[in-house]
């Protein structure tokens, strides 16, 4: 009978029965601020994979990848790395080639989660389309905490509820609503709480499988330091990062089982259930159903593909310079400047499918202290109250002006020298990296002018020299970038004894070595690129090495690690990670790279198609070059690689960063930036005299 009725229904009302079950499932969240994670996943995964888009995108990846410098060694990584880097890209592609998908959206997680598995910052495949279109979060940051009696345990934020009240004022009480009566309707009960289980299991089995899947470093131990929530000097002020746990890129987690210790009731502990929300980003394209979704954020943009620079106007050419691309939103850095966009200083800077934190760290936990002459934007400069110990708060080796930026640098550390510091804690918790030349810069500034530090004080380089790369080397070598615009240009860099190149003759020579078995070929070594500095260095050295330590929790990679790797290991200055678990090996950074580029600005090297009367490569047609993208994908790569400190004649990728000084952190100063310095001031520096054996040089 029921189903006779339904048949009935289904002839006689044809039109409400074909429109209403399949409404658009985008246009039931959009223009909604908030929305459940299942609801978001509808909605990106009724965009079904187009062979095309499919064919599009593995073609760009594949055909960029030879501009990536790890490829080969990341098949099989190197001791220390070999259990944390293990992965085929090529054969992933093969894999994803070969695999349907039912949707565009799991297409582009299958891609995402590969390439995230090579641990390596700079490399990835970003969609504005599905990568933090919107985030999802979770009131509850976690942290990793170590008790009285020295043991480890994992707890909710004590600011969880206070971080939860201003971030998401909109949303606390949809969290409040369903928490369990013995907390009162108060997310406040819960900061501070001993997480006992998640989702029935140790937490450790959480953070390990995040530490699985979130890539961006090859170390373990920084891996799962991702899972917990952190801050950063931010270009605006102090931020708080909420970690992989309770902030994700993708809505692919709808809830989470927690159990937490609480006296107060039999059995001493509670267990409850609480749903993930997901926010619409501020940096999304608003949208009122899937085709409007699709126009403004899923199709290629005019800054998606590479442009021949040579084609346009020489008017228009700094402001299209001046505009940000794309990528810029996963870039780990602030914003710049137009114009230091337009003069393309050297980055070295890590990607990620979340961008960088926009929530801010509460007032209670951030410096109180005044800040020292010379703060500016991701710079801070503090004096501590032991009046001996400066500290430098460094988030990012970018700030919105370059030039700005490093003279603040040096008027900060001089400042602090003024106001009495012998000693100098660099905290560079979660430093994407930067401008290269900054990098070198500090170092030079903090250290003086040395063997270690002049002409050099970064890592000489090379770049892969794949077979496009070598054309492009050639065309240019037969004059086809006259207004050396081109990264391929030799007229930018130096060679190892830091000579400028000829500027003529093919410099990217092909000098073959085999990686794990596999043919490969990079360019001859590089030099320094920084020196003549903008800025006017000091004579002297401001800062012992000895009397320098470098904090972190272990997030500090790119430029950062350009600049924590010569500091520890030409210098002798001692690293400090907190937080961190016990019993296993913490790295002060990772993803070294060199420079790292992205698919559009390699297109640029290789455009236009030929026919286009002015110069330029005109390489855009060869076999080898990729095509343009049709949708609104970035591809990051590592572009150089920087040689070794320790083996000058293998990367520096591959060798070993252990931290000096493991820090525990504790539930009186975790996220609390001051006391974590006079913390770990009074811990590291207790010993007055140098504890290294070296002896500070003379100044040169
Ligand atoms: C996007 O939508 C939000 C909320 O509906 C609105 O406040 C905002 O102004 C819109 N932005 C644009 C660029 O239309
Ligand atoms: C990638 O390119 C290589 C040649 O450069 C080709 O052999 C391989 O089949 C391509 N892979 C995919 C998945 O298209
Ligand atoms: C993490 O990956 C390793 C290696 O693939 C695997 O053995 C382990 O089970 C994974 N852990 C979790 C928690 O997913
Ligand atoms: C939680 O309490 C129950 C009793 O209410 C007990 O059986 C269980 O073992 C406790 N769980 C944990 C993880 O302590
Ligand atoms: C690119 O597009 C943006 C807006 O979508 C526009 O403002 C800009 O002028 C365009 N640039 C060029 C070079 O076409
Ligand atoms: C900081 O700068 C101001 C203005 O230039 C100056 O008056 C002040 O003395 C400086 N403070 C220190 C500690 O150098
Ligand atoms: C300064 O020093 C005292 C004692 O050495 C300490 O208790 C206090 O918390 C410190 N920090 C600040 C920011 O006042
Ligand atoms: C950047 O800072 C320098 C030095 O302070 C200044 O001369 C220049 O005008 C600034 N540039 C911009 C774009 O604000
Ligand atoms: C670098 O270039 C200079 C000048 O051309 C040359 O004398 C020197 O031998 C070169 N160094 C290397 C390592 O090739
Ligand atoms: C590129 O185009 C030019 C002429 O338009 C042609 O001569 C050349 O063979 C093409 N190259 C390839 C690899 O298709």
Sequence with gaps: MLGRAIWILAVLAPTTLCSRPH???CALIAGERWALPSDVRRCLRSFPLLPEIKNNVIEVVNKTLPFHTSVNYQIQAPAPYDNDVHEDLHADLERISATEYTSEFDFHIDMYRSFKRVNDGHCGVYSRCYDSLYITYLPLPLVLLTDESGAQGVYIAPEAHEVAQKEFKDAVSFWVKLLPTVFEKKLRALSGLKVLLINGQEPFFAVEANANITGGYQSHATRQNSFFSSYRRGAEGWEYNLGNFASLAHPLVDDVELTVEYPDVEGGNVTFTLPYRSRFASASKNFTDGPSLRERNCLATNKTNGVDLYNIPLHQLSEFLEEPKPLALFQQQPAIAPSDYRERHHVNVLLDGSPLSDVSLPERLSPSLESINGSYSVAEFFMLNDSATG???????????????????LEGLQG?????AERLIVDVSNNGGGYICIAHWLHRIIIGPKPSTHPQAGLDSTLRAGPLAQLIAQRIAKGSDPDELLYYNPSQWTNATHQPLPTHGNWLQQLGIVVNGKDDSFSQRLGQECVPFKWKAPKHGLFRP?????????????????FSITMAKKEGVRTVVIGGKQGVEQHYCGTVGGQSTDFSTIDTEIKRLNGSPRQSTKLKNHTLAPPDLLTNHIQGITWRLGYGIDNPNEPEEWQSHTADINFPLTKEIVNKPVAIWEAVAASVFKDKKPIFKFVVQESL
């Design 23 to 25: 409404p658009d499932p």
């Design 416 to 420: 602090l020298k003024k106001a009495g």
């Design 391 to 409: 500290v430098l708060a460094l988030g990012s080796f970018s700030a919105k002006n370059y030039t700005h930026f490093g003279q603040a640098l």
């Design 546 to 562: 000895d009397q320098t330590v470098i904090v972190s929790n272990g997030r500090c990679g790119s430029s950062c690690s350009l």
